[in-house]
């Protein structure tokens, strides 16, 4: 073997121990809230292709460093079940909404899923500067709840977005608020002081996630009457040409990134790509 393929087996090999060892964690975190994660809904394999995903993203962190966005994708994961199956009212899914917003803002946590949040709130306070950047936090999250709650409307009054409509409400994947998590607890001086110009990239990233996810999920999302953009009589040829179109447009914001805040530019390069491999977009493009 030549030393050039040893190097990327020990850095795959690296990765996938960085991948169980954060699985370790986010499965005893897990535990301490059961009733938001039965066995039936997440089983061994949900956790490592969460963890599998974030250590790939960032393989240089230490797992300690990694709790927070493991953990923040955990819990966005929670509540987007809570919306889609437990929710049978606007007014269910609205006050899960104020709820959860008001617990950023530091109120006292009153339920299982509030006070996994508030755990969440409290881990990102461990940060110094958690006060000057808690509002962004918080505001990312509100974007957040009101695309799933959006969803949630349009599933249930049987809605059908346009493909641009669908796209712009990508929010409701929860992406950028794992981002935002991440870097308030990880990253570098001039990231974490331009979270603001960073969430606009984040976001362009989570709109291809949102669609490429889609295309992964297809035949589930089908089965559970959950959205999917396939679903919506769009051509498929012409969610092919969105995804690369979004995966163009995220690429020019990133570039200017990598000369300020490399790693950065890198994590949000390797989102994209990491993902891209599990669904195996190449095979779905030639399908098409």
């Known amino acids: ?39 039936t809904a ?90 000057d950047l808690q509002g962004i936090w918080r505001d990312q999250l509100a974007r957040m709840l009101a695309g799933m709650a959006r969803a949630w409307v349009w599933r249930d009054t049987h809605t059908v977005p346009t493909l641009a409509r669908y796209v712009d409400n990508a929010d409701s994947r929860g992406s950028c608020f794992v981002d935002l998590s991440h870097w308030i607890y990880t990253a570098d001086d001039w990231a974490r002081g331009h979270l603001e110009e960073l969430r606009a990239v984040s976001r362009q990233v989570q709109r291809y996630l949102h669609l490429l996810g889609d295309v992964a999920s297809y035949r589930r999302d089908l089965s559970w009457g959950d959205l999917n953009v396939l679903a919506l009589g769009v051509d498929g040829a012409e969610v092919t040409a969105a995804i690369a179109d979004l995966e163009r447009q995220a690429e020019q914001l990133i570039g200017p990134v990598c000369e300020h805040s490399p790693r950065t530019a890198s994590y949000l390069r390797r989102r994209l790509g990491f993902q891209a491999g599990v669904t195996g977009i190449s095979d779905y493009q030639r399908a098409m």
Do not use: H
């Open 1 to 39: 073997m030549r030393d050039d393929e040893l190097d990327v087996a020990f850095e795959l090999g690296r990765t996938c121990a960085l991948a169980a060892e954060c699985g370790r964690d986010l499965r005893r975190c897990a535990q301490m809230y059961a009733d938001l994660f039965p066995d």
């Open 42 to 131: 997440f089983g061994a394999d949900f956790f490592s292709s969460l963890t599998l995903a974030t250590a790939f993203s960032a393989p240089w962190a230490p797992a300690d460093r990694l709790k927070a966005v493991n953990r923040a994708a955990l819990w966005v994961t929670a509540v987007d079940r809570l919306v889609d199956r437990g929710a049978t009212t606007r007014e269910q899914v609205n006050r899960l909404t104020r709820e959860c917003v008001s617990v950023a803002e530091g109120a006292v946590p009153r339920s299982a899923i509030t006070r996994f949040l508030a755990d969440l709130r409290d881990e990102l306070a461990t940060v110094g500067d958690f006060d």
